[in-house]
């Protein structure tokens, strides 16, 4: 077994460590994410968001809305996977996450929105940020 191993390493030297390169600078760019712009975001959330959403869940999707719609899917799917990454790489994963889902669309994105937020260890951490920055609570409906 150790033959093997030893062989299949020097055969693929160049990817393995390409691939560890390219492993840690997403490592260092998830980590940047998680902390930087993930509390940005939180603090930018409407206290009332959860409220206002409930309340206007069902939109008609006009041709200008689209362009505007696909880039917010885009970068929700993008902070989805960097939160799933934060979930074993430093990080705040699960808010990450949140952001992520936050900007999908998709059928029972708003329960899931819900139930996330409401996970002890998501809400603790978010009302004590808004808290030191002087912001209302998350408010539900």
């Not at 490592?27 to 206007?56: E, N, Q």
Request: include cysteine; glycine fraction near 8%; proline fraction near 7%.
């Amino acid at each position: 077994m150790a033959e093997w191993c030893t062989t299949f390493y020097e055969q693929h030297r160049e990817f393995l460590v390409g691939l560890g390169i390219g492993l840690t600078i997403f490592s260092i760019v998830a980590f940047i994410v998680g902390i930087v712009i993930t509390p940005w975001l939180i603090l930018k959330m409407p206290a009332d968001y959860f409220v206002k959403r409930a309340a206007h869940i069902r939109k008609k999707l006009t041709m200008s809305m689209l362009v505007p719609r696909i880039v917010r899917n885009c970068l929700g799917v993008v902070f989805l996977l960097v939160g799933i990454a934060l979930l074993v790489l430093p990080g705040p994963g699960w808010l990450t996450i949140l952001l992520g889902v936050t900007l999908l669309d998709f059928p029972g994105k708003y329960r899931l929105e819900i139930w996330i937020i409401k996970l002890p260890f998501i809400k603790a951490p978010v009302d004590l940020l808004r808290q030191k920055h002087n912001r209302e609570p998350i408010q539900f409906p």
